[in-house]
Structures are given as C-alpha cells and as structure tokens.
C-alpha cells in the first residue's frame, strides 16, 4: 500500500485502550480510537480505515450489529474482534458477519500485533493484486481470454519474455493455446514490426520439411523450378516459430542446432551459406525432457532452445475463467452466426464449471460453437450440452460421457460449481462473492486450497 493504513480501535475500556494504541505504535500504521458504536460510524463517514479493531460489548450497539450496519451502509472494512464473549455462537455470528479473526480478552501484546500484521500484509497483497488487475487490459492479453491468478502470472511471463530476444520452449497440452503465446511473445517484443513465420513439424511431411525450413534452389529435386526462401529467411529479423518441436526427426534436429548456434544456414541444393537473424519459439504438448531421455529429441538442442521456459496452464486450473471463456465465445459465435442468444443457465453453469476439459479451452469453443450452430437461440441450458462427444469421460466409461449432464457429482465439487459461478458473476472479486453468498472471504479461501488437496485424490480414485 503506497500510504500507512489506517486501523479504528473501536474499545468503551479507556485503559484498554490505551494500552492497545501503544502496541499498535509499534506497528507501520496509523491508529484512532473511539468509543461508541456511533463515534465508529461518524468516523466511517468522514474516513473510512483499511481495517476495524472492535469490542463487541459496546454502550449503544452491540459490535455485531455494528458491522452489520457497516455492510448496509457499503462501508465494511476487514475487522478483527477482541471481545470477553467466551461463546461459540457469538464466535459464529462475528464470522459470518465478516471478521478475519476472533480475539478472546485478555489479549497479550504479541497476540495482538501478530493478527494486526497479518491482516496487514494481507491487506497489502490485495492492493497490489488490484493494482495489478488495473494495469491488464479488461478480460485478457495479447489474444488469451482470462484474468484467474494463474492466468495472470502467465500474462506477466510473457511480458517479461518478450522484452528478450532469448529462445523461449512453451510447453502445455493440446487446446491451451501455445500458438496464441507465440504470438503473444511476438507481439510484446522489439520484433513485433517484423514477421512472425510459423512451422507446424506434425504436419509437414518428413522429406518436405527441410526444404520448408531451409528453402531450397532450382533443380535441387525434382520439381524444384525455381528457387524457394524457407521458414528461416522468411523470419529475418523476426520471429520463427517452431509448434511441435519435439516431431522434428533426428537429422534435421541436427541442422537446426547449428542454425541456432550460428544463425547461418545452406538452402537445400545450395553451396553459399546465408545469415537470418530470427528469434525462436517453440512449443510442444510433450515433456520435452522425457522425449530427451527416450532419444527422440537432442540434448544439446534442448539445452539451447531451454532458455525460457513457460507452461501453459490447463483449463482445469484456470477454473475462474471457464464462464468467462463461456460468455465469450458464445457472444462471438451468435455474432458470427447472425442469431440471438440471451446467456447461460445456472444448471449449464453449473454442469461447465463441474466437467475437467481434457480438451482445454479448444473443447470449450467446439461445445460453445456447436451449441450456437444446432439451436436457434435463446438460453443455452444443460440439456443442449448432453450431445458433447467427450475422448476421455469423467469415470472411464463411454456410458459415463453419453450421461455429461446428468453425473451425480461429489457434494464438493458441487459446493465448488456455486462459489465458483458467485466468483464469475461478481468478476473475479472474492470478497463480494463471500457477502453474496453469506460467507467470509476467508472461507472461501480456505475451501479452494482445500480442493486443490482434494480434487487430485479424487480423480486418482475415479480411475
């Protein structure tokens, strides 16, 4: 936080309170204190603080009550309760009434400026994560659609890998979008005037691919009438992008590290060496280390295309952003479609942020493009997502993925779909879904790494 926080003791004890302010001085923050329930609310409407210390047992309003008027209002901040009420009910009541935490009287000095610096720190954390959100363009970057944390760091990975022209590996599963990243790098780059020239190595025949890399000259094979710039000249002084890597066979594996090496190449049939000046990416679905270590892919090529390394989270992992991605893709759809579509339902929701997308964020488009090309329009519901064809259904079955939107789902997984889907609808902001749905933000936190533990075992035990 770039100013001191301000924490309001609210405390009737005049010597408790006296003796709380002098711990908090220690602290790096401003404090105040009052003494009612009212001089509270007089001084949330003049200043409202970063954070509340309350006594629950005050002269005109019992403290609870106090912060139930603060959230009428809009002016509830993260409160800490120190109160002599011994009661498991009261302690319930506070929780839910939004407190981060339940201090019992008498209170140690320590006791009291850990919890102090620790909402402290958090508080810290969510202003630099919102003023993180702030600097992102809304909904996405550079062609990704998402703004979940793990989206996030991956955005400013990016940035930071495009301010080098060192080669970057991206590693991620089929439908992750490593071609969007590419571009991404690209683009966020000192290059981003010149071309970005991509080389698919699945799809171009093995005896093709040399010449498709390397260009070639007149009369090098048959049917080569003229001379043929490659991939590699192409990209002068751009990008070269390399999607599949790991499907480039051994020999020509070899002629690319020299390349890498000395940036100097020989067109097939050619005898002059020529210069490029390329920066690389490349990308693959495989554990490039692993296709090491089974002799389909270089050691020393990996260790020189290795040098930034960027994963591409599976949308499984990127669980805020699956409504998100929904919405998206079937406002642009019906655009493109020339029909009216009016949202989704809370059961499709539901069944969309419940099903794990081995097929990634290319899945979701298919099922979302499908749905817009087959209806006529109106609310996508769960029923119009029953058709999906799935590779790998939930449960191993075929009869499992033939029955997508009836599976009777784990009660945490369903605990999961609606605080998720409170989190979409509120953009992003945790806070407000917890008020929504009744609950404290931390809760919801607590739940989340809780099924990050969980969601492992359970698909271990699904197998």
């Known amino acids: 936080m770039n100013t001191p926080a301000l924490i309001l003791l609210v405390e009737d004890d005049v010597l408790l309170a006296r003796a709380y302010m002098a711990f908090l001085s220690r602290l790096p923050c401003e404090t105040a204190h009052v003494a009612s329930a009212a001089e509270a609310l007089a001084f949330f409407a003049r200043r409202p603080p970063d954070l509340l210390l309350l006594d629950l047992l005050l002269p005109d309003m019992h403290g609870i009550e106090l912060m139930r008027e603060l ?15 011994n009661s498991a ?47 992102l363009p809304d909904g996405g970057y550079e062609g990704f659609i998402g703004t979940s944390p ?53 799809a171009i025949p093995r005896e093709l691919m040399e010449s498709e890399l390397f260009g070639h000259q007149r009369g090098a094979f048959t049917g080569a009438e003229r001379n043929r710039d490659g991939a590699i ?24 590290l020299r390349f890498v090496e000395s940036r100097a190449y020989k067109p097939v049939g050619g005898g002059q060496e020529l210069d490029s000046d390329v920066r690389i990416i490349c990308a693959t679905n495989r554990d490039p280390l692993e296709e090491v270590r089974a002799g389909h892919f ?36 019906a655009r493109e479609e020339g029909k009216s579509f009016t949202g989704i339902s809370a059961r499709a929701e539901a069944e969309l942020l419940a099903y794990p997308w081995p097929g990634n964020v290319r899945q979701l488009q298919n099922v979302i493009r499908r749905i817009v090309v087959m209806q006529a329009g109106g609310t996508v519901d769960a029923l119009m997502l029953t058709p999906a064809p799935q590779a790998n259904p939930p449960g191993g079955g ?25 989190i979409a609808l ?23 790494a809780k099924w990050r533990v969980v969601e492992p075992e359970s698909a271990v035990s699904a197998d």
């Open 71 to 85: 959230n009428e209002r809009g002016l509830a901040c993260p409160t800490i309760v120190v109160t002599v009420e």
């Open 89 to 135: 009910d009261v302690a319930v009541n506070a929780m839910q009434a939004g407190a981060l935490d339940y201090l019992l009287k008498p209170l140690s000095p320590e006791r009291l400026a850990t919890t102090v610096s620790n909402a402290l720190e958090g508080l810290n954390l969510k202003a630099r994560l919102r003023d993180y959100e702030a600097a």
């Open 150 to 202: 793990v989206m996030r760091v991956l955005y400013r990975l990016i940035g930071n890998a495009a301010a080098s022209d060192a080669s970057v590996f991206i590693t991620g599963e089929s439908g992750t979008g490593k071609d969007v990243c590419a571009e991404a790098i690209h683009n966020r780059g000192r290059r981003a005037g010149k071309a970005l020239i991509a080389i698919n190595c699945a």
């Open 233 to 256: 000249a192409l990209a002068n002084g751009g990008t070269l992008f390399f999607d599949e890597i790991c499907e480039l066979n051994l020999d020509l594996q070899a002629k690319l």
């Open 298 to 333: 270089r050691e020393d090529l990996y260790y020189r295309l290795y040098v930034v390394p960027i994963a591409l989270p599976p949308l499984r992992d990127r669980h805020e952003d699956i409504l998100f991605l929904a919405r998206h893709f079937l406002e642009r759809f």
């Open 398 to 422: 075929a009869s499992g993925g033939a029955k997508f939107a009836t599976q009777i789902r784990p009660l945490w997984e369903q605990e999961r779909a609606i605080i998720e889907r409170a």
């Open 426 to 448: 509120c953009g992003g902001n945790v806070i407000e879904a917890a008020s929504r749905l009744g609950i404290s933000d931390s809760t919801i936190y607590r739940k989340r």
